[in-house]
């Protein structure tokens, strides 16, 4: 079967489509990633087909504000869906959605008459269980979290319509609302399977018959994959260190960022006692001296088993990838989805506090990892996760449901 994945965001939003994707293709499939240019390496180092996507997440910087936010938003699906129609002229048997790309692929599913499903990293539909993922992780309510999710649906649509108006004219296709075409989706119970572990985010029992949540997909490295010399020497030459990193949300700090961040991670670690690893990211984190190493891009799952705790900006692959290490956490939340799963980490016992982006200092920083540390519970937290995640098998069900019979029936078409 030829299966189309498409995904598009920053590194996190991609690679866990990397390790789906090899997963795929290692059962016979011809699986094909479409995202962005940055990102070609990535891909096809995993043994997948390539397709470039328009558009680069991350050009515009922060925004100021809601209206701005939106704007900037709906800039960037504008450039995603003038190419999207691009990335299927060599045809797909099956278009597997992200939940940036699904509100786009819909649309080329109906004009390419194929089935979709989805597969998303964030929770995405209303319930009474959480509020939206990009509300803030604060909860309203059950009947205010189910409300504010089906304003955030009118949001999505608002953002995407220009697009989808663009995409649809392009394809030939009549005219409709973005919210016409959401509707008569979630009528046909179009699948979504959800990459997160139900050990971190439970399945809302209010949802509808064919939301799932599955486990994570793991980004792909190469079985041979090791640390690098100077990784393994530092680890050996003392205590587990504490690995410090923003990711590609570091940028939103503004100029001179890289070295205040670097100044500070350096300042909490010396009144915390420990040792520590920084990653570069795109803030541009870089410090030297003593039980101070800086690092570039690292797989997590080699680097993260070997921590005290991980501090991060809480993304939904880096929270993971925590989680699946057995290791504390000091979340660092700075926008979009990031509040949902520092707040999930300090629900689960893995955290003892989130301190946001904004209020972030040496002080907070270095009291956090004390805890995180020395207050046993919260790496014992972080264990029992691992260990329900070590018996999930996301991938796996993903292509019990690519292989299903029937899957190609109306219940899986846009």
Not at 82 to 110: F, N, W
Not at 250 to 267: C, H, M, N, P
Not at 293 to 321: D, I, K, S, W, Y
Not at 380 to 409: F, I, Y
Request: aromatic share 6%; hydrophobic share 45%.
């Amino acid at each position: 079967m030829k299966i189309l994945i498409t995904a598009a965001g920053s590194y996190g939003d991609i690679a866990p489509y990397t390790g789906l994707g090899a997963h795929l293709g290692a059962a016979g499939h011809d699986v094909t990633l479409a995202t962005h240019g940055t990102f070609e390496r990535l891909v096809r180092d995993c043994g997948l087909r390539f397709r470039p996507l328009p558009a680069d997440p991350g050009a515009s910087g922060p925004a100021a504000g809601r209206k701005d936010l939106i704007r900037t938003a709906s800039a960037f699906v504008r450039q995603l869906g003038a190419g999207i129609a691009d990335v299927a002229e060599e045809g797909a048997d099956l278009l597997l959605l992200s939940t940036t790309t699904a509100p786009l692929g819909r649309q080329l599913a109906e004009a390419m008459g194929v089935p979709t499903l989805g597969a998303y990293l964030q929770p995405a539909h209303p319930t009474r269980d959480f509020a939206p993922v990009l509300s803030g992780g604060r909860s309203l309510g059950a009947l205010g979290n189910r409300a504010a999710g089906r304003f955030s649906l009118r949001m999505v649509d608002r953002v995407y319509a220009d697009a989808i108006r663009d995409l649809r004219a392009r394809l030939d296709l009549p005219a409709v609302a973005p919210a016409a075409v959401r509707a008569r989706q979630e009528a046909a119970g179009w699948p979504v399977l959800h990459g997160f572990s139900p050990a971190v985010v439970r399945r809302p029992a209010d949802w509808r018959p064919g939301l799932d949540v599955v486990g994570n997909w793991w980004p792909h490295h190469a079985p041979e994959a090791r640390l690098p010399s100077a990784v393994e020497d530092f680890l050996g030459d003392g205590s587990p260190p504490v690995f410090i990193g923003f990711g590609s949300m570091g940028a939103g700090a503004g100029a001179g960022a890289g070295e205040r961040l670097s100044e500070l991670a350096v300042a909490a670690l010396r009144k915390a006692g420990l040792r520590g690893v920084l990653q570069t990211g795109r803030a541009g984190l870089q410090a030297t001296g003593e039980g101070i190493l800086t690092v570039g891009e690292v797989p997590h799952a080699l680097l993260f088993p070997r921590m005290a705790a991980v501090v991060h900006h809480a993304g939904a692959g880096t929270t993971a990838a925590g989680l699946r290490a057995g290791v504390p956490a000091v979340p660092v939340p700075v926008a979009a989805d990031q509040p949902f799963w520092a707040a999930r980490l300090v629900a689960l016992g893995a955290a003892p506090t989130a301190v946001p982006f904004k209020r972030l200092t040496a002080e907070r920083l270095a009291d956090a990892l004390t805890r995180a540390v020395h207050e046993g519970a919260h790496t014992a937290a972080a264990k029992a996760v691992a260990r329900a995640m070590a018996a999930e098998d996301g991938a796996g069900h993903v292509l019990r449901a690519v292989e299903r019979p029937g899957q190609a029936s109306p219940v899986g078409r846009a």
